[in-house]
């Protein structure tokens, strides 16, 4: 069995009004807890660091998805939401994402069918969804924007 390792080095001072630092090989930031929950916002947050999780994974499994599919297109943008509530304790509710499809071609039904199993495909592969499955509720609410006309909003 293959395995891959990812580390990180951080530190802490404080309390809900601390902050703090990360480096990953490819992402060195400040983190504090944000505003809203008082904290001092600055740099990043936990939360904002698994939305950011959650959304590259669902992104690039997306991509490759569409080219395991044969789907044509120029390329996925993204906007994502994820929710926390305070019911029970501060926990993760849920996570909506909104990617836009770029499409190299009209959209017909057929195609409109093999998005719809591509994106449902991306999100049960995605490996951090997978690691919050069952916690984060996660949606999806595509855009497919074929060659040449106005953006049609889809559901999941």
């Known amino acids: 069995m293959e395995t891959f390792v990812f580390q990180l080095?951080?530190?802490?001072?404080?309390?809900w009004d601390?902050?703090?630092r990360i480096e990953t090989k490819g992402l060195n930031s400040s983190i504090s807890v944000d505003p809203s929950m008082q904290g001092s916002g600055i740099g990043t947050n936990p939360d904002e660091l698994l939305l950011s999780a959650l959304s590259s994974c669902f992104l690039i499994t997306l991509g490759i998805r569409l080219n395991k599919e044969s789907i044509s297109y120029d390329h996925i943008s993204i906007r994502s939401e994820g929710t926390v509530t305070k019911q029970g304790g501060l926990h993760f509710e849920k996570v909506v994402h909104k990617p836009v499809i770029y499409l190299n071609g009209?959209?017909?039904d057929e195609l409109r069918s093999k998005l719809f199993a591509a994106i449902k495909m991306a999100e049960r592969d995605c490996m951090i969804a997978k690691a919050v499955r069952g916690n984060i509720r996660v949606d999806v609410e595509p855009v497919f924007q074929p060659a040449g006309t106005n953006l049609i909003s889809e559901k999941a």
Not at 9 to 14: I, S, T
Request: hydrophobic share 30%.
């Open 9 to 15: 080095e951080g530190m802490w001072k404080g309390s």
């Open 18 to 20: 601390g902050n703090g």
């Open 106 to 108: 009209a959209l017909s």
